[in-house]
């Protein structure tokens, strides 16, 4: 379970729209990237979809159910940021429970979801690390974690590779595709990498200024690009 419906949803900020219209159906299990310019309402988009935006109209349908007026913790949507967002108090074991913990999930079940969590991102010898105490990659793989341990229908990236060096970008990048396998969930990844896109995704959508330019698998935006704007994009000629 995990299909989002998105539905003409516009968003203005005063008197700027900055999506104009969107319309996009994602399957279950899918893996969509978001990709286009900056400032083209990559982030925005995102959340709306988790709640932490409202939109100015159109619907946001999560398997089958309008969440628009859902509050974001109750849309079982899970968001990984660029900067992480940890908590630098918390060790890592509870900067991964404490969403759960805020829920009321018991304290055997919290720690049996850590477990599994930790054991997949190889976060095991870190558990009672704080933030501080870790790499980048490392404090990624934290944020990706606490997403992991809600067990959300939906994960939502926001560009979670862009703070880290080239090495680990690469596989912070295998260990996210190596989680959607394994997972079979839904995942929605904004980035404005090429690479990144081609090879992570089931589908490809283009955004351009508030606007989708096209939707489609990495090689049928590459081999048919809709316009030159997709063409520069993707890398392919045009
Ligand atoms: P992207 O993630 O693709 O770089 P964003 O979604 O962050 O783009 O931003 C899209 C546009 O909306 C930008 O012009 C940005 O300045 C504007 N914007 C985003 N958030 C706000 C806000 N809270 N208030 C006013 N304008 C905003
Ligand atoms: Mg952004």
Same mark, same amino acid.
Do not use: W
């Given at each position: 379970?995990?299909?989002?419906?998105?539905?003409?949803?516009k968003?203005? @900020?005063?008197?700027?729209? %900055?999506?104009?219209?969107?319309?996009?159906?994602?399957?279950?299990?899918? @893996?969509?990237?978001?990709?286009?310019?900056?400032?083209?309402?990559?982030?925005?988009?995102?959340?709306?979809?988790?709640?932490?935006?409202?939109?100015?109209?159109? &619907? %946001?349908?999560?398997?089958?159910?309008? %969440?628009?007026a859902?509050?974001?913790?109750? $849309?079982?949507?899970?968001?990984?940021?660029?900067?992480? *967002?940890?908590?630098?108090h918390?060790?890592? $074991?509870?900067?991964m429970?404490?969403?759960?913990?805020?829920?009321?999930?018991?304290?055997?079940?919290? #720690? $049996?979801?850590?477990?599994?969590?930790?054991?997949?991102?190889?976060?095991e010898?870190?558990?009672?690390?704080?933030?501080?105490?870790?790499?980048?990659?490392?404090?990624?793989?934290?944020?990706?974690?606490?997403?992991?341990?809600?067990?959300?229908?939906?994960?939502?990236?926001?560009?979670?590779?862009?703070?880290?060096?080239?090495a680990?970008r690469? =596989?912070?990048?295998? #260990?996210?595709?190596?989680? +959607?396998? &394994?997972?079979? *969930?839904?995942?929605?990844y904004?980035? +404005?990498?090429?690479?990144?896109?081609?090879?992570?995704?089931?589908?490809?959508?283009?955004? =351009?200024?508030?606007?989708? #330019?096209?939707?489609?698998?990495?090689?049928?935006?590459?081999?048919?690009?809709?316009?030159? @704007?997709?063409?520069? @994009?993707?890398?392919?000629?045009?």
């Amino acid at each position: 379970m995990g299909s989002l419906n998105i539905e003409n949803v516009k968003k203005a @900020f005063g008197p700027v729209e %900055v999506l104009k219209g969107i319309n996009l159906e994602v399957t279950d299990g899918e @893996f969509v990237v978001f990709v286009g310019p900056s400032g083209c309402g990559k982030s925005t988009l995102l959340r709306v979809i988790a709640g932490l935006e409202d939109s100015t109209s159109g &619907r %946001v349908v999560i398997d089958g159910e309008d %969440v628009s007026a859902t509050p974001p913790a109750k $849309r079982g949507i899970a968001m990984v940021f660029q900067t992480y *967002a940890l908590y630098p108090h918390l060790t890592v $074991r509870n900067n991964m429970g404490l969403g759960l913990k805020q829920a009321g999930t018991p304290a055997a079940e919290i #720690e $049996r979801r850590i477990g599994i969590a930790s054991s997949m991102l190889s976060l095991e010898p870190y558990l009672e690390r704080r933030p501080a105490e870790l790499s980048g990659g490392q404090r990624q793989r934290v944020a990706i974690g606490r997403a992991v341990v809600r067990e959300p229908k939906l994960f939502l990236f926001d560009e979670p590779l862009s703070n880290l060096d080239a090495a680990l970008r690469v =596989n912070t990048r295998l #260990e996210i595709a190596q989680l +959607h396998r &394994r997972l079979k *969930a839904t995942m929605i990844y904004v980035t +404005h990498d090429q690479v990144e896109a081609m090879t992570l995704a089931d589908k490809i959508v283009v955004l =351009n200024a508030g606007r989708i #330019e096209q939707i489609g698998g990495p090689m049928e935006l590459y081999n048919s690009p809709a316009n030159e @704007f997709v063409a520069g @994009f993707i890398g392919s000629p045009k």
